[in-house]
């Protein structure tokens, strides 16, 4: 099916299915890709580790982490 046809079927559905299928593809786009998940966290746990080695945050014992789980 070509992009065309596609439009021609979406134009052809009643204004709340429209609304839907607008909402699922704009939640889509604001998924990250594998690639980008991956870069994310790794940012993240680089964050979380030089605020450990600065001192900035306080890391939790064994004890504490298991009594909070």
Same mark, same amino acid.
């Given at each position: /099916?070509?992009?065309? +046809?596609? =439009? !021609? +079927?979406? #134009?052809? =559905? @009643?204004? $709340?299915e #429209? =609304? $839907?299928?607008? !909402?699922?593809?704009?939640?889509?786009?604001?998924?990250?890709? @594998? $690639?980008?998940? *991956?870069?994310?966290?790794?940012? $993240?746990? /680089?964050?979380?580790?030089?605020? =450990? #080695?600065? *001192?900035? &945050? #306080? *890391?939790?014992?064994? !004890? &504490?982490? /298991?009594?909070?789980?």
């Amino acid at each position: /099916m070509s992009k065309a +046809q596609l =439009l !021609e +079927q979406i #134009k052809a =559905l @009643p204004r $709340e299915e #429209k =609304l $839907e299928l607008l !909402e699922d593809l704009l939640l889509s786009l604001e998924q990250p890709t @594998p $690639e980008e998940h *991956g870069r994310l966290w790794a940012e $993240e746990a /680089m964050r979380r580790y030089q605020d =450990l #080695k600065s *001192g900035k &945050e #306080k *890391g939790l014992s064994y !004890e &504490e982490f /298991m009594r909070d789980v």
